[in-house]
């Protein structure tokens, strides 16, 4: 059944990807974005389609006429260098956003899904994280804007969900990669496939061995679609388990580039977490979910995109 969907973030990396696939299925989707690290240039694509693009900043009042069935809540900064340089929206889209968001669904009786994160587990101690950890997390720290920001919002769903008796969903997503990140992203695949294709060095932090675990967003979005559609209110999990260190990505890249650069070590950034990797057992057994696309071909995809948005963005300076 065709149903009216708000994302909120649409222009994002993950929100585009998410408008995209919905209106594949043949829903209405309308799309909200302040454009604060949106870009318009990742829906332009949709405007032919059932898409409706509003421009607005969600920790204002969110007036829609008419029916709404479900509220996908993804705006926020997302990346560590964005949310340095925006701590104060990026609180505010959390928590203030949140309420919104929140404050729509129950309007309108429509299914309401929160983006949450891994960041909620911090620099976690418990290895690999299922959704009982409740996290290792510097509030006052530099991250803290996100993670907390992130832990309040999620503490307000569930309020929603017990309170008003809305039917909501949170997603904790780990490291997502693919098409339609920024070439100034700042995270580590963007930066790491920029880099190599323009044979910079590629900038590690820290010793490198750090891990983390990387999921291609088809499959992200396959998982957070799934959850959406089930019966399930508490936090689940989306993301790839196959665990590495920043160097061994930074290296893989290398090769699939074929590119000359070598590998520089920076400081390593305040509270960056040492380890991360999902454990993805409630999305296997709850949505029958588990990551398709190996690293290499998502990386593939990846650099192919990255490849003709840097011939636009070196062509043009
Ligand atoms: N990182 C890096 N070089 C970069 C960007 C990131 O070594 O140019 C590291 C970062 O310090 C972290 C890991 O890669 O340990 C993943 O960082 P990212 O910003 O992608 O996301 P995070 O998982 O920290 O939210």
């Known amino acids: 059944m065709s149903a009216r969907i708000v994302i909120t973030g649409a222009a994002g990396f993950i929100g585009s ?64 260098i964005d949310y340095l340089e925006w701590p104060i929206p990026t609180l505010k889209v959390g928590a203030l956003g949140t309420h919104k968001a929140l404050g729509l669904a129950k309007a309108k009786r429509a299914r309401f899904v929160l983006a949450s994160t891994s960041e909620v587990y911090g620099d ?93 967003v088809s499959d992200l979005v396959d998982g957070v679609l799934r959850l959406m559609d089930s019966g399930e209110n508490e936090p689940v999990n989306i993301g790839n388990p196959q665990e590495m260190t920043i160097t061994q990505i930074a290296e893989q890249i290398i090769t699939l580039t074929g590119a000359t650069s070598q590998i520089v070590y920076l400081e390593l950034p305040v509270d960056d977490p040492k380890v991360r990797q999902p454990d993805i057992t409630r999305a296997r057994n709850l949505l029958e979910w588990e990551p398709k696309v190996p690293l290499a071909a998502g990386l593939e995809r990846t650099i192919d995109y990255f490849r003709q948005k840097l011939a636009n963005v070196d062509a043009s300076r």
């Open 17 to 80: 990807h998410l408008a995209e696939t919905l209106l594949d299925r043949g829903h209405h989707v309308i799309g909200i974005d302040n454009l604060l690290t949106g870009d318009v240039a990742n829906i332009a694509h949709l405007s032919n389609r059932d898409f409706h693009f509003i421009e607005h900043d969600v920790t204002n009042y969110i007036y829609l006429d008419g029916p709404v069935d479900v509220v996908l809540h993804w705006a926020s900064p997302a990346s560590p």
């Open 124 to 216: 976690p101690l418990e290895h690999p994280q299922t959704e009982q950890y409740w996290g290792n997390v510097n509030p006052v720290g530099p991250r803290g804007v996100y993670d907390e920001a992130k832990r309040f919002a999620e503490a307000m769903t569930m309020a929603y969900h017990r309170y008003h008796k809305l039917d909501a969903k949170i997603v904790r997503i780990f490291n997502t990669y693919g098409p339609r990140m920024r070439v100034r992203d700042g995270r580590a695949v963007p930066n790491f496939i920029a880099q190599a294709l323009r044979n910079e060095d590629l900038t590690v932090y820290g010793d490198g061995n750090q891990t983390r675990s990387f999921c291609y």
